[in-house]
């Protein structure tokens, strides 16, 4: 029997939903594995992946997850590709990454989200019939990110981008124009007064922009500059009497990783 302990990235959407961005803010499972012929227990979204990885002689196993995400960090996305990543190790697959990607956009509704999960940065995802195809953005963004998360969303999920507007908003990304995020980024007219201020709130703290993505405002900062934000955000709910959940983190260099915990650490 062998135990892997499976971390995947966070993810969130931008540019209308052509970019997905990984965030280091990992939903956590372990996986038990045991031999072939052996029952899958355990959550049934990475089990159900598990079983949809292309393989005739998976062994059985038991999955946990120990530290979960939000739903709109794509929680789902996680637990669906934490089961792949799990499976990939568990035959030792060859080309494990491509694989798992491979096998992601089959079972994630969201291509662009699990291409981000797979491989972390900023990344981007598209098929055409039966083929799937992925390429990064930008990694190791110099960037933090603060989440604005409403305990009741009354917006909508995300932004409508102009396509001059999405290449400038990659153009960005790209070149580390930190700076142009604030004109890459935009919010839809038409949202709950009292997001709209929040989102208000938010852009007027710090210098690289706010949007909304995925129910939730997005705001990017500085590195170790998030408490201006924060505090920001926070002020502004309380005088609107609105309940929020606020996460500071920062961009995910790398997607899903394994580990075997049953392996003796190096120099033991």
Not at 87 to 103: G, H, M, N, R, Y
């Amino acid at each position: 029997m062998t135990t892997l302990r499976v971390e995947v990235p966070a993810t969130i959407l931008l540019g209308g939903g052509a970019l997905g961005l990984a965030l280091d803010r990992p939903l956590t499972l372990d996986a038990r594995i045991t031999s072939v012929g052996d029952p899958m227990e355990g959550d049934e979204t990475a089990g159900a992946a598990y079983r949809a990885f292309p393989s005739e002689a998976l062994p059985g196993a038991c999955f946990t997850v120990t530290q979960n995400l939000p739903a709109c960090l794509g929680d789902v996305t996680a637990r669906s590709v934490a089961g792949l990543a799990a499976a990939a190790v568990a035959v030792e697959a060859k080309d494990a990454q491509k694989a798992l990607f491979q096998s992601a956009a089959l079972c994630v509704g969201d291509i662009v989200r699990a291409a981000s999960a797979v491989y972390g940065g900023v990344m981007t995802a598209f098929r055409v019939g039966e083929a799937v195809y992925s390429t990064p953005i930008a990694n190791h963004l110099a960037l933090d990110v603060v989440l604005v998360i409403p305990s009741e969303p009354r917006h909508p999920s995300s932004t409508p981008f102009e396509h001059a507007r999405l290449a400038y908003l990659v153009g960005s990304l790209i070149w580390g124009r930190w700076d142009q995020l604030k004109d890459a980024l935009s919010a839809p007219q038409d949202l709950d007064p009292a997001i709209g201020s929040l989102v208000g709130a938010a852009r007027a703290a710090t210098p690289y922009g706010a949007t909304v993505a995925d129910g939730m405002v997005v705001a990017f900062t500085p590195r170790g500059d998030t408490g201006a934000v924060t505090a920001a955000v926070t002020a502004r709910a309380a005088n609107l009497t609105c309940e929020i959940q606020v996460i500071e983190t920062t961009v995910r260099g790398a997607g899903v990783t394994v580990k075997n915990l049953d392996e003796a650490p190096a120099g033991a």
